[in-house]
C-alpha cells in the first residue's frame, strides 16, 4: 500500500529530485515537500480522530435497537479510537509525517473497527444505513492525506470500497429474517458512498496541496537564481574596488576587439599595459574612511578625535549607530554624536520616546563596543539612551 521509499521517518521522495522543472508525480507527499508542514497536518488528524470518534459513539448511543452484541459494539469503538490514536502519536513522532507501514496500522485498526462495528449489528441491520464504520473508513482517509501520496490514497480507497461492500452484502444477508429482499444496487451504493466520497476527496486534497507546494518550490528557486544573477550583475558593475570601475570602460572595449579580431598588435601591447599598471594602483590605492556623520543627525567633532579611530574601533561604533536607527524606537536623526576631551570620549545621545525600549534592542551592540572600547558606559535618561565611548590620541 505504500508508495516510494520511506519506510524511516523524514525520507525524501523518491525520484524528486529528477522531477525538477516536471509535473509533479503522483507519489509525492505534502510533508516531503514541506516537513514543517507535518505539525499542522498532526493536528488535523486529531480533529478527524475526534470527529470520527464522536460519530462512531453518538450512532452507537442513537441505534442500541439494533446492536446485537455489545461488548463487539464496545470493541469496535474502543479500536477505531486506538487506530486515530496511534495515527496521532506516530505523526507527531521523531521523524516526519507517516511512513507507510504506520499510515497502514492506523488504517488497519479503523478497518477491523468498521467489521466489528457491522458484527455487532448482525440479524439487526439489514440496510446498514447507519452503521459508522462505513463512515470511519472514509474520515481515516482524510486524516492520512497530508501524510501520504495520491497515488496511495486512491489504492485505499479501492480498500474501503471494497470492504463497505462486503459489509453491507454481509449484514443483508444475515438480516433476511427482517427483510424479504436480496442485496440490491441501492443498499450497495449507499455503503460504498462514504468511502468514495471521502477517498475521491482525500486524493483531491493531497493532490492539490502537494501540487501547491511543488509549485512553491519551483518558484523560489526560479526567485533565487534570478536574485542571485541580479546580485551578481550589480556586483559586476559597481565600482567596489577603488578605480576598477572606470577601468570597466577601457578593459572591456580591449577584450572585445581582440576577441573579433583574434590579432593583437604593438598598441594593443601598449594598452595592455597602462591597464594593468592602473588596476594594481587602484587595488593599492588607501581608501577613505566612511566618515560617521552619515550615520547620526548631529555630530560636534572639534578636536578630530574620531578621525583617529582604528578600523575595528569604528566598525564598533558604527554598528550601534546603524542598530539605534534601524530601532522601532530610534532614529538616525535622533541620534547626536559629540566627541572631545570635554566630554570625555566620544558620547553618542540617542532620542527615544522609550529609550528603556531602546537599549534592549541595541544591547548587542553595546556589548559589541564595550568589547572593542573597554570602559564604554551607558545609561537611560529621560527621553535619551546615551552610551560613553572613552577616546584617546
Known amino acids: 500500500m505504500s508508495a516510494g521509499n520511506d519506510e524511516t521517518h523524514g525520507s525524501a521522495p523518491e525520484g524528486l529530485a529528477e522531477v525538477r522543472g516536471k509535473p509533479l508525480p503522483w507519489v509525492v507527499k505534502a510533508v516531503d515537500l514541506d516537513p514543517l508542514g507535518s505539525v499542522t497536518a498532526s493536528r488535523f488528524a486529531i480533529t478527524v480522530g475526534g470527529v470520527s470518534f464522536v460519530v ?22 474502543a479500536t477505531l479510537a486506538a487506530g486515530h490514536v496511534w495515527l496521532v502519536i506516530r505523526a507527531f513522532g521523531e521523524g516526519v509525517g507517516l511512513t507507510g507501514v504506520e499510515a497502514a496500522v492506523g488504517y488497519g485498526l479503523v478497518a477491523v473497527s468498521a467489521v466489528l462495528a457491522s458484527a455487532g449489528q448482525l440479524g439487526t441491520n439489514a440496510y446498514i444505513r447507519d452503521d459508522w464504520g462505513l463512515m470511519a473508513v472514509g474520515l481515516v482517509l482524510v486524516a492520512l492525506a497530508p501524510f ?26 444475515t438480516g433476511l429474517a427482517t427483510v424479504d429482499t436480496v442485496p440490491s444496487l441501492p443498499i450497495i451504493l449507499v455503503a460504498v458512498a462514504p468511502a468514495v466520497g471521502f477517498g475521491t476527496g482525500s486524493v483531491a486534497y493531497a493532490r492539490t496541496l502537494a501540487a501547491g507546494l511543488y509549485a ?9 537564481a534570478t536574485s542571485t544573477a541580479d546580485a551578481r550583475r550589480a556586483f559586476a558593475a559597481d565600482d567596489v574596488i577603488g578605480g576598477i570601475g572606470a577601468l570597466r570602460e577601457r578593459v572591456v572595449p580591449l577584450l572585445a576587439r581582440l576577441d573579433r579580431s583574434g590579432v ?52 564598533a561604533l558604527r554598528s550601534l549607530l546603524v542598530g539605534i536607527a534601524v530601532s522601532p524606537h530610534g532614529t ?34 553595546l556589548r559589541l563596543v564595550k568589547l572593542v572600547l573597554p570602559g564604554t558606559e551607558h545609561a537611560v535618561v529621560p527621553g535619551a539612551l546615551c552610551v560613553t565611548v572613552p577616546l584617546g590620541r
Open 332 to 365: 538616525r536623526e535622533g541620534i547626536g554624536l559629540e566627541a572631545g576631551a570635554a566630554a570625555g570620549g566620544a558620547v553618542v545621545t540617542a532620542r527615544s520616546d522609550d529609550p528603556r525600549a531602546l537599549r534592549s534592542d541595541v544591547l548587542p551592540y
Open 216 to 224: 512553491e518550490i519551483r518558484t523560489q528557486e526560479v526567485l533565487r
Open 56 to 77: 462512531a459513539l453518538g450512532l452507537t448511543l442513537a441505534t442500541t435497537s439494533q446492536i446485537s452484541s455489545w461488548p463487539l459494539a464496545a470493541l469496535a469503538v
Open 148 to 173: 501520504r501520496s495520491p497515488l496511495e490514497l486512491i489504492a485505499y480507497t479501492a480498500v474501503s470500497v471494497a470492504l463497505a461492500t462486503a459489509l453491507a452484502v454481509g449484514s443483508t444477508l
Open 264 to 315: 593583437i598588435d604593438a598598441d594593443d601591447v601598449r594598452l595592455a599595459g597602462e591597464l594593468a599598471e592602473a588596476f594594481s594602483r587602484s587595488l593599492s590605492a588607501p581608501r577613505e574612511a566612511e566618515p560617521l556623520s552619515i550615520n547620526v543627525g548631529e555630530l560636534d567633532d572639534p578636536e578630530g578625535l574620531l578621525a583617529d579611530l582604528s578600523e575595528n574601533a569604528r566598525a
